[in-house]
């Protein structure tokens, strides 16, 4: 069997601070290879300082360890992009081109690139939003994934670089703090309930979106990855849904164990970005080509977030 050798790029993140630990238990610690602008002292195994803006940089690592998949999570996301509009396209792009140029020259096996809901415009059906509804997105973040999905199509079509990727919805899990993205309410919420501190929500309290539990949205792009070639029939990115609520919704799931806890509204910029992605999306080219299925809804995952985020004790987080 040929040996893997991964690089994650981006691993500080919510996503990769937790993706890596579970590539590490499947392909084990020396082979999988994490790096990041800032060292992370809480990873076990190999890590690179990069910064994927640089090309050669990142060519050298990919040289330097024998590397066979790439799994691309360094971005600005959505909220924060909206600060600094050209910083996050540049940033966004030219990392993903480089990964993409670099792949093709070192022959890499298989490249993850993480999309988004935020692809989607405010003219997209609200409900089960199509895979192959067109694309309009309102925020430089949601256009650099739409780029960045074609991207991914074009070096399949020309180069026959296998790159995968899903649209992830808002991903909620325990293992770190929000990281700037408009779904991160759904996080913070929750360190909010175990501080006993008030929540203030930004967005409306019915504005529904797509949402995820972090083991859910690692253990898909686990799959995804896993999947036979020849299953793979979406090469821009796949929907992906997990569950869909309001903060209304989640607040109320939360006084289930809390009766105390409140929420109240601030409303800013961020509920027009939300206003403009679906409520829940179709899935079904998913569940086809690679099987996938959901395991958590909204009230399981409330009950393991606060447990988890107890053990870590709650009192230690910054409110």
């Not at 990069?50 to 360890?65: A, E, I, P, R």
Request: net charge neutral; proline share 4%; aromatic share 10%.
């Amino acid at each position: 069997m040929k040996k893997e050798n991964l690089l994650i790029t981006g691993a500080n993140g919510q996503m990769g601070s937790v993706l890596v630990k579970e590539l590490q238990k499947i392909y084990g610690e020396d082979h999988v290879i994490t790096s990041d602008i800032r060292t992370n002292e809480n990873f076990n195994g190999i890590f690179e300082i990069l910064d994927v803006t640089d090309g050669n940089k990142l060519n050298d690592l990919v040289k330097k360890h024998q590397i066979t998949q790439i799994y691309h999570l360094a971005a600005i996301l959505s909220a924060s992009g909206e600060l600094n509009p050209i910083q996050t396209w540049d940033v966004n792009m030219k990392t993903f081109l480089n990964i993409l140029e670099v792949s093709t020259v070192n022959a890499i096996d298989k490249v993850f690139f993480p999309s988004s809901i935020a692809v989607f415009g405010k003219n997209a059906p609200k409900i089960k939003t199509p895979q192959d509804f067109v694309l309009t997105p309102s925020t430089v973040y949601g256009m650099s994934k739409v780029a960045g999905e074609n991207w991914a199509q074009y070096y399949f079509k020309k180069h026959k670089l296998d790159v995968r990727s899903l649209r992830y919805p808002g991903v909620i899990g325990h293992q770190s703090l929000p990281g700037g993205g408009t779904t991160d309410y759904a996080v913070d919420i929750y360190h909010k309930a175990l501080a006993k501190v008030d929540f203030e929500c930004y967005l409306k309290n019915d504005r529904t979106l797509p949402m995820i539990y972090m083991e859910d949205a690692i253990r898909a792009t686990v799959e995804l990855m896993m999947a036979p070639k020849e299953n793979i029939n979406v090469r821009t990115a796949y929907n992906l849904s997990g569950m869909s609520f309001s903060p209304e919704e989640i607040a109320t799931s939360i006084q289930k164990i809390y009766p105390k806890f409140k929420i109240k509204y601030k409303i800013d910029f961020r509920d027009e970005i939300a206003s403009s992605w679906p409520s829940s999306t179709d899935d079904s080219s998913a569940k086809k080509d690679w099987s996938w299925k959901p395991h958590f809804d909204i009230d399981q995952m409330t009950e393991i977030m606060i447990t988890e985020l107890k053990s870590t004790n709650s009192k230690n987080i910054k409110v």
